[in-house]
């Protein structure tokens, strides 16, 4: 069902992006702190937080995700994310796992940069004091830029005389080099859009109009999230004041991965009752005395006691939680991710029809800006595309085919011309 969107974790060797990936997700990848931990790409689950609309129609109760889960009328909603081996200076030009790195990329959907906010590691991923983490940033984006431009600088020539003996579009030529990075008409237009050299004979473009070409097209194919990493070690606060000023807050995320980590792994050992993307967790001793047995918490041992007080000192207290599921946030706003709720019956908001049983809202799907109606019949079965009639929102109000979906409309159902059947798991 659907087109799963993926995230790509990148930055350098020992940044924490397996710590990261391993703090939002069902993944399980090899954790050190040392150069190419994570060799082969690692992918998992994530599950990012939205709104349920249970909660507005009191069905709380009904509510029964067929994946990820439903708190309260908070919605947790799976997305793919992928922990890419590391990046040194010199990758466009095959340094260090360059040439892996970059081609992983293509599949991404956007980045989330993990970057060594403390300090304590070197370009390269070696343990050292005193790094300026700036650096890091900076060189990602330049490795990237490169890897773009040097395709297409040495092929230039050809791609300029091709397309004025065939007289072709500026778009379609652009979108043509660029397709392998997965590249489409639509994604080409809105950065042309911006930028003045569309305006110019390709024949006179200079090397700095290829630069801005390339810029430009990054911005809109790869957005991308700053996790400032390690908050809670001694260095980081004179660093993220200075990076926050130079790119910006909405630009960035404080986090600390290994203390998500901490606390999720106590939560499901039974020692805390913790609340994902919160400051709040209970303890033993916060229960009341007469709580299921069922429900009850392990004491902890003063080592760990100890450690979770560091962990709610150092992180919790200071920034009211330690970033990860922030993240995620941060980049579904950033991609303009629509959370979409299909069901069967508009007014029960249930799936099933007949002696089928099941609950309500039982599937969500996040969906890119300008989706339409019929665009997301498709993607939620080609059956409905196939045998479409027409599709309504809450209050039977009808949809056009050509409408785009939004939060006021991501209640919908569809009357289709025969059964469609449901898809089997991991279609």
């Not at 990012?48 to 507005?56: L, Q």
């Not at 042309?192 to 004979?201: G, I």
């Not at 949809?399 to 025969?418: Q, T």
Request: include cysteine.
């Amino acid at each position: 069902m659907g087109q799963d969107v993926l995230i790509a974790c990148v930055g350098k060797p020992s940044a924490g992006k397996s710590s990261f990936l391993n703090a939002i997700s069902d993944a399980v990848a090899k954790v050190g702190n040392f150069p190419f931990t994570t060799i082969k790409p690692n992918q998992g689950v994530a599950y990012v937080t939205t709104d349920c609309p249970c909660k507005r129609f009191g069905k709380e109760a009904q509510c029964r995700p067929r994946y990820g889960k439903c708190v309260q009328g908070t919605r947790h909603v799976p997305i793919r994310i992928l922990d890419v081996a590391g990046l040194v200076p010199g990758a466009s030009e095959g340094q260090g796992l360059g040439n892996q790195f970059l081609d992983d990329l293509r599949t991404a959907d956007a980045l989330i940069h993990v970057v060594d906010v403390s300090g304590t590691t070197d370009e390269g991923g070696k343990e050292t004091v005193g790094y300026d983490p700036i650096n890091d940033i900076d060189w990602l984006q330049f490795e990237i830029h490169s890897w773009v431009f040097n395709n297409l600088k040495k092929r230039w020539p050809n791609i300029v005389r091709r397309h004025l003996a065939t007289k072709g579009q500026l778009n379609e030529t652009i979108q043509a080099q660029l397709s392998g990075y997965g590249t489409n008409l639509a994604l080409v237009n809105r950065f042309l859009d911006k930028l003045p050299c569309s305006k110019e004979p390709i024949e006179t473009w200079t090397d700095e109009t290829i630069h801005t070409l390339v810029a430009g097209f990054l911005a809109e194919r790869f957005p991308t999230v700053i996790a400032l990493n390690k908050i809670d070690l001694p260095g980081s606060d004179k660093n993220i004041d200075r990076i926050t000023r130079k790119y910006g807050q909405e630009a960035t995320v404080l986090t600390s991965a290994l203390a998500e980590t901490f606390l999720r792994k106590l939560h499901k050992q039974g020692f805390i009752a913790y609340e994902e993307g919160t400051e709040f967790f209970t303890v033993a001793e916060d229960q009341p005395a007469d709580t299921p047995d069922d429900r009850k918490l392990k004491p902890m041992d003063d080592k760990t006691r100890t450690r979770l007080e560091r962990v709610q000192d150092l992180v919790l207290f200071r920034y009211g939680h330690t970033g990860v599921q922030e993240t995620l946030k941060r980049v579904v706003e950033v991609l303009g991710l629509i959370p979409v709720f299909p069901v069967r019956n508009i007014n029960n908001f249930s799936s099933s029809t007949g002696t089928r049983s099941g609950g309500v809202f039982r599937d969500c799907l996040l969906v890119r800006p300008g989706t339409t109606v019929r665009q997301f019949a498709h993607m939620v079965h080609p059956d409905l595309d196939n045998y479409y009639q027409y599709a309504e929102t809450v209050g039977s109000v009808r949809l056009g085919e050509g409408d785009l979906l939004s939060l006021e409309n991501n209640v919908i159902s569809f009357k289709v011309s025969a059964e469609v059947r449901p898809t089997k798991p991991g279609q």
